[in-house]
């Protein structure tokens, strides 16, 4: 059985810009090797950043 490890750092931010404009984003790096130190899991990102926008209707609690 070979032994893994995942290190990483993850993030998120959410706020409103303007009235009726909310906006959450969030960053995660991660790495995950085996017991030799050789990186497994490569089809996945290393890097992945999240920006996506939100615009809500005035009176909308969503």
Known sequence: ???TSTRGIEFEVAGELA???Q???GYTHRVTR???D???STTEPEDLFRLPP???R?????
């Open 1 to 3: 059985m070979t032994r």
């Open 19 to 21: 009235r009726n404009w």
């Open 23 to 25: 906006v959450q984003g």
């Open 34 to 36: 085996d017991g030799d």
């Open 38 to 40: 050789d990186k497994v």
């Open 54 to 56: 939100t615009a809500c």
């Open 58 to 62: 005035a009176g909308s609690t969503s």
